[in-house]
Nanobody, 121 residues
Framework: QVQLVESGGGLVQAGGSLRLSCAAS????????MGWFRQAPGKLRELVAI???????RYSDSVKGRFTISRDDRKNTVYLEMNSLNAEDTAVYYC???????????????WGQGTQVTVSS
């Protein structure tokens, strides 16, 4: 069993910062792509940022320059540093990881349960 557990969400004023964490645990052989997605009320889930096993990153245009994704492979953890937050960043943030649970297994996508980020204006 693989679990992704997010933490760090909460309520913050516009212009403030938050740091999200997501730790993968359980049967893990290797972790490939990791990322963050978000879903605002009434909207589809959208990509926020992704990071490869080689530390290549990609961001959505709406967060570029304000958010930073990073990972610690010793801890199977991915982070999202969010700065200059605004009301449009309010959403449930979901962690995603593509990983192999054991040697020879196919890479599979796993999701966290989500953490709420609310930015007050």
């Amino acid at each position: 069993q693989v679990q992704l557990v997010e933490s760090g969400g909460g309520l913050v004023q516009a212009g403030g910062s938050l740091r999200l964490s997501c730790a993968a645990s359980g049967s893990i052989f290797s972790v490939n792509l990791m990322g963050w997605f978000r879903q605002a009320p009434g909207k589809l889930r959208e990509l926020v940022a992704i990071i490869t096993s080689g530390d290549t990153t990609r961001y959505s245009d709406s967060v570029k320059g304000r958010f930073t994704i990073s990972r610690d492979d010793r801890k199977n953890t991915v982070y999202l540093e969010m700065n200059s937050l605004n009301a449009e960043d309010t959403a449930v943030y979901y962690c995603n990881a593509n990983l192999r649970p054991r040697v020879g297994a196919v890479s599979t996508s796993y999701w966290g349960q989500g953490t709420q980020v609310t930015v007050s204006s």
